[in-house]
């Protein structure tokens, strides 16, 4: 049984910074596709980012370029979200997702990706 466990949420003031953490488990994830989605109150859930778990290559929503950087470390199966810069507009619940044959033409598509963790919520004083 896959499970994604998000951590790392918080209160914090603008401009700081948060590294989110998602450890998954219950399956060989080399062929699968990680990614970060968001919501805020009252809006869709939004694509953030995307790391392949086979070739780690990486990608952005255009919102999010510059401040925030998600990585792997495979020995532990674990994608973090590293978030610079925090601005009150990331405020939301941050949400972990796997899939397989995600592709760049799929991957902002909340609907192509099977498992999520519970999400962590990140809140944004100004």
């Known amino acids: 049984q896959v499970q994604l466990v998000e951590s790392g949420g918080g209160l914090v003031q603008a401009g700081a910074s948060l590294r989110l953490s998602c450890a998954a488990s219950?399956?060989?994830?080399?062929?699968?596709?990680m990614a970060w989605f968001r919501q805020a109150p009252g809006k869709e859930r939004e694509f953030v980012a995307r790391?392949?778990?086979?070739?780690?290559?990486?990608h952005y929503a255009d919102s999010v370029k510059g401040r925030f950087t998600i990585s792997g470390d495979y020995a532990k199966n674990t994608v973090y979200l590293q978030i610079n810069s925090l601005k009150p507009e990331d405020t939301a619940v941050y949400y972990c997702?796997?899939?397989?044959?995600?592709?760049?033409?799929?991957?902002?598509?909340?609907?192509?990706?099977?498992?999520w963790g519970q999400g962590t919520q990140v809140t944004i004083s100004s």
């Open positions: 997702a796997a899939g397989p044959a995600i592709t760049i033409a799929t991957m902002t598509s909340p609907g192509r990706y099977p498992y």
């Open positions: 219950g399956r060989t994830f080399s062929s699968y596709s």
């Open positions: 790391i392949a778990w086979s070739n780690g290559s990486t």
